[in-house]
């Protein structure tokens, strides 16, 4: 029985180690046959998510780059939006000088310009007294300046008189030696203005300047032209006379001064086509933002002895300075020039 039993133990250790060596190494092959399907399952599952990921990054540096271009494009409808803008000021500018010219061809026609000419020709002075007046006032500073181009080397020496009326300053320039070039809207003042320039236009200012070349003009004038004018011309004309001045090139605006009541009341509105006083500030503006410099604000003409009462001499004591500073308010200089240099 002993023996019996010893054998059937026996037995039965070498069954479990049997199945122990078959069973084992099959579940490890189960395990993973199990191991590998899932992680080919995953990569089944993975594959269109990596193709989406793949794909979204593609779509989103095309839509970057269209972003780009986008931008780019309003950057350059901005561009052009400003550059219609300035175009529709300059046909504004010029519908108004139309307008305003076809007003008075319907209106008075023909008699009115006479009426004009014989108005400037009373209240103007005359033609030797501008020149005079005028030389007093500039011929130095014309002298110098083309002696500091002579000094760079520069010899063209072109002047441009914008409204040159019938010359006064023309012939002031070409006595100096300056070429000379007189721009007028009116045929009489072409006409009369022609023995003292090489060449003369008959046409508006900025139409004039938009003919010439750039850096090909040494001086440009506008005396008493402004104010006839609205104020986007200012504009238009400091922008042209950027384009068209020499480096070192002037630009000289003369107008009537605001600082002299007596100036502003009486002379200003005497003129029927004069539109609206111009600030000189708002001269020495437009010029720095057209990226002149040197800026020099010049007060001309005084009103005369007999034309105005001694108020500080009326007064003793310490009354005088301030009636002195009134005096100045009411009896001021009656015109005002803005000289700028490129």
Not at 294 to 302: A, C, P, S
């Amino acid at each position: 029985m002993i023996t019996l039993f010893n054998r059937s133990v026996s037995l039965t250790g070498v069954a479990k180690s049997v199945l122990h060596s078959f069973l084992v190494p099959e579940m490890s092959k189960k395990g993973n046959f199990v191991e590998n399907a899932l992680r080919a399952f995953l990569a089944r599952l993975l594959r269109p998510i990596s193709y989406i990921v793949v794909h979204l990054s593609d779509l989103l540096k095309d839509t970057v780059a269209q972003l780009d271009d986008t931008i780019e494009r309003v950057v350059v409808l901005e561009d052009k939006t400003k550059e219609l803008d300035h175009q529709r000021l300059k046909i504004e500018d010029r519908v108004s000088i139309i307008e305003n010219k076809v007003l008075a061809e319907q209106f008075f026609g023909k008699a009115w310009n006479d009426l004009y000419e014989k108005f400037e020709a009373r209240f103007r002075g005359s033609f030797d007294l501008i020149y005079s007046r005028l030389s007093v006032r500039y011929e130095n500073s014309l002298s110098l300046h083309r002696q500091s181009l002579l000094d760079r080397g520069l010899t063209d020496f072109l002047f441009v008189d914008l409204g040159c009326g019938r010359g006064e300053f023309l012939k002031l320039a070409k006595s100096l030696g300056y070429k000379t070039l007189g721009v007028d809207s009116s045929i009489t003042a072409t006409q009369a203005s022609t023995p003292y320039c090489e060449r003369v236009r008959h046409t508006d200012s900025i139409r004039a300047l938009e003919e010439l070349e750039a850096n090909s003009v040494s001086f440009i004038s506008l005396l008493h032209v402004i104010e006839h004018n609205p104020p986007q011309h200012t504009c238009q004309v400091f922008k042209e006379a950027s384009r068209v001045l020499v480096p070192g090139g002037v630009i000289l605006v003369e107008t009537p001064s605001l600082f002299s009541l007596w100036g502003s009341s009486r002379q200003f509105f005497l003129d029927p086509t004069h539109t609206k006083p111009i600030h000189p500030e708002y001269i020495r503006f437009v010029a720095e933002n057209y990226g002149f410099g040197n800026i020099k604000l010049i007060e001309l003409e005084e009103v005369s002895e007999s034309s105005r009462p001694q108020l500080a001499n009326c007064s003793e004591g310490v009354l005088s300075s301030e009636l002195r500073l009134l005096e100045r308010w009411l009896f001021g200089y009656l015109d005002i020039a803005v000289w700028a240099i490129k």
